[in-house]
């Protein structure tokens, strides 16, 4: 099984709909992360935690939300969905505790559009 | 803040032909530093890092890249490229805060 999951894989949903993203790990790890891809912008940040009582905006955080419910599970919304949030997004896992602490290791992507 | 940049957009090789992918970063201090690769359809895999010590580091698959200070240049290699190689490679930089900064990636194309 895989270490970090991303449901669902796939998503087309219409503006104005509130629709949320969901990961999970079970690496163990305490931090967790959302990124959205963009063609030719490469991954930008949009919420970390640290752990579940620390939540933490990124560099592109306007229109979105996230809950840390427990360790294993950081979920990503978009309250009011609009066409310019369709990207494929991105959940990633890190462990301080380890050697290379920073090293973030990346489920396998929610392709997101929105109509 | 730290930042990264990928030069090259798209990059065409032969099949067996070397490979070489560019990558500057922009940190006051010393860096951490990535290779991820996404294959079509598929999330982002850690190729190799660098954190310290060696300046030439050894990844999967066959790569490898080497740290270079005084250029600010993470710079991916692989002397003979495979077809299974064709994805898209992306450098990264983080830094004490723990949160990475991604270039914009760099796409290759391999030619049979």
């Known amino acids: 099984d895989a270490d970090v999951t991303q449901t669902p894989r796939n998503r087309i949903t219409k503006t104005g709909k509130r629709i949320m993203l969901e990961c999970s790990q079970t690496?163990?790890?305490?931090?967790m992360y959302w990124y959205r891809q963009d063609p030719g912008l490469g991954l930008r940040l949009i919420y970390y935690?640290?752990?579940?009582?620390?939540?933490n905006k990124g560099e592109i955080s306007d229109g979105y939300s996230v809950s840390r419910q427990a360790q294993a599970k950081f979920s990503l919304s978009l309250e009011s969905a609009i066409p310019n949030q369709t990207a494929l997004y991105f959940c990633?896992?890190?462990?301080?505790?380890?050697?290379?602490?920073?090293?973030?290791?990346f489920g396998p992507g929610t392709r997101l559009l929105v109509l | 803040a730290q930042s990264v940049t990928q030069p090259d957009i798209h990059i065409t090789v032969s099949e067996g032909a070397s490979l070489e992918l560019r990558c500057n970063y922009s940190?006051?201090?010393?860096?951490?530093l990535f290779w991820y690769v996404q294959s079509p359809g598929q999330g982002l895999q850690l190729l190799l890092k660098?954190?310290?010590?060696?300046?030439l580091v050894q990844g999967i698959k066959g790569f490898e890249a080497e740290f270079k200070r005084s250029q600010s240049s993470f710079n991916l290699r692989k002397p003979s490229v495979h077809w299974s190689d064709a994805a898209e490679y992306f450098c990264?930089?983080?830094?004490?805060?723990?949160?990475?900064?991604f270039g914009a990636g760099t796409t290759v194309t391999v030619r049979a």
């Open positions: 940190y006051g201090a010393t860096p951490y």
């Open positions: 990264a930089v983080g830094a004490n805060d723990y949160k990475l900064s």
């Open positions: 660098y954190f310290s010590g060696d300046t």
């Open positions: 690496k163990g790890h305490d931090r």
């Open positions: 990633a896992t890190s462990d301080l505790k380890l050697a290379g602490g920073e090293t973030q290791y």
């Open positions: 935690s640290f752990d579940v009582k620390d939540i």
